[in-house]
């Protein structure tokens, strides 16, 4: 079982910055890999980023060159630096850890004024 809480979503101007935070707790050895998505309203939920226990990184091609995920396992945290946002970006976003199951957390809200 896996535990994932999701942190640092807020409301920033276009052009800002904020850092989302995810962190697991409980089987943290079978995670192997950890994702962002993004849900904006009416709107079905999107990839935005992932990285695997190999290190392996993956974005989206709307986020390449703005969003950064990077871990520190010493916090067993994942974090998703977002720079450059624009409205577009808004959304309640997740964090997913899939090992056998996938496991979500609760979401946070993202908010872009333009």
């Known amino acids: 079982q896996v535990h994932v809480v999701e942190s640092g979503g807020g409301l920033v101007q276009a052009g800002g910055s904020l850092r989302l935070s995810c962190t697991a707790s409980?089987?943290?050895?079978?995670?192997?890999?950890v994702s962002w998505f993004r849900q904006a309203p009416g709107k079905q939920r999107e990839f935005v980023a992932d990285?695997?226990?190999?290190?392996?990184?993956n974005y989206a091609d709307s986020v390449k060159g703005r969003f950064t995920i990077s871990r520190d396992n010493a916090k067993n945290t994942v974090y998703l630096q977002m720079n450059s946002l624009k409205p577009e970006d808004t959304a309640v976003y997740y964090c997913?850890?899939?090992?056998?199951?996938?496991?979500w957390g609760q979401g946070t809200q993202v908010t872009v004024s333009s």
């Open positions: 990285i695997t226990s190999g290190g392996r990184i």
């Open positions: 997913c850890a899939f090992s056998i199951l996938d496991y």
């Open positions: 409980g089987s943290i050895r079978s995670i192997n890999t």
